[in-house]
T-cell receptor, first 109, second 116 residues
Framework: DAKTTQPNSMESNEEEPVHLPCNHS???????IHWYRQLPSQGPEYVIH???SNVNNRMASLAIAEDRKSSTLILHRATLRDAAVYYC??????????FGTGTSLTVIP | NAGVTQTPKFRILKIGQSMTLQCTQD?????MYWYRQDPGMGLKLIYY???????DKGEVPNGYNVSRSTTEDFPLRLELAAPSQTSVYFC???????????????FGEGSWLTVV
């Protein structure tokens, strides 16, 4: 089973960095690590993904552990618009995406 | 820029009724998915399809059926609605690896279904 484990909730002050952790100890060599976020009453939206190396894009950075059993999504400066539920997902063969319960991020002004 | 379009957005069903949630995508993606999301929970995969004519069960397929006669359309059928099927339903699609610049999954806006 493509299971990931994330904290239920986290808080961050506005303008500060946020590190959202994810454990995926059952990851296989071909699984990609994806992160999505979901704003209230909307469908999830893509944030970032990677396989082995750390990745950066305009939204966030993804740090992947050397053994790939965990990863961390980094938001460099949290804004109020970043308040959402963040999902860490393993993309498995045949492009199956299995979502866990995610981390609800609260950004404090 | 239509992307993934789902209809209806809201629906109330009586127990035992049937209905079809429509989903269409205009990105020529081979892969399509149906998820459900119960209040305060993550998304659960109901069914997915890797191309026209091919469908497969996800985590929670019981009580649902799908078909994929074209690349664009992936309807989800509820045959005998039950209160346990009250949920938000999301349709999604994704390209083949290498088919698009950004290989990821694109979601529709969701369909809110209540069974009473």
């Amino acid at each position: 089973d493509a299971k990931t484990t994330q904290p239920n909730s986290m808080e961050s002050n506005e303008e500060e960095p946020v590190h959202l952790p994810c454990n995926h100890s059952t990851i296989s060599g071909t699984d990609y690590i994806h992160w999505y976020r979901q704003l209230p009453s909307q469908g999830p939206e893509y944030v970032i993904h990677g396989l082995t190396s750390n990745v950066n894009n305009r939204m966030a950075s993804l740090a992947i552990a050397e053994d790939r059993k965990s990863s961390t999504l980094i938001l460099h400066r949290a804004t109020l618009r970043d308040a959402a539920v963040y999902y860490c997902i393993l993309r498995r063969r045949r492009n199956q995406f299995y979502f866990g319960t995610g981390t609800s991020l609260t950004v404090i002004p | 820029n239509a992307g993934v379009t789902q209809t209806p957005k809201f629906r109330i069903l009586k127990i035992g009724q049937s209905m079809t949630l429509q989903c269409t995508q205009d990105m020529n993606h081979n892969y399509m998915y149906w998820y459900r999301q119960d209040p305060g929970m993550g998304l659960k995969l109901i069914y997915y399809s890797v191309g026209a004519g091919i469908t497969d069960k996800g985590e929670v397929p019981n009580g649902y059926n799908v078909s994929r006669s074209t690349t664009e359309d992936f309807p989800l059928r509820l045959e005998l609605a039950a209160p346990s099927q009250t949920s938000v339903y999301f349709c999604a699609s994704s390209p083949e690896p290498g088919q698009g610049l950004l290989y990821t999954i694109y979601f529709g806006e969701g369909s809110w279904l209540t069974v009473v």
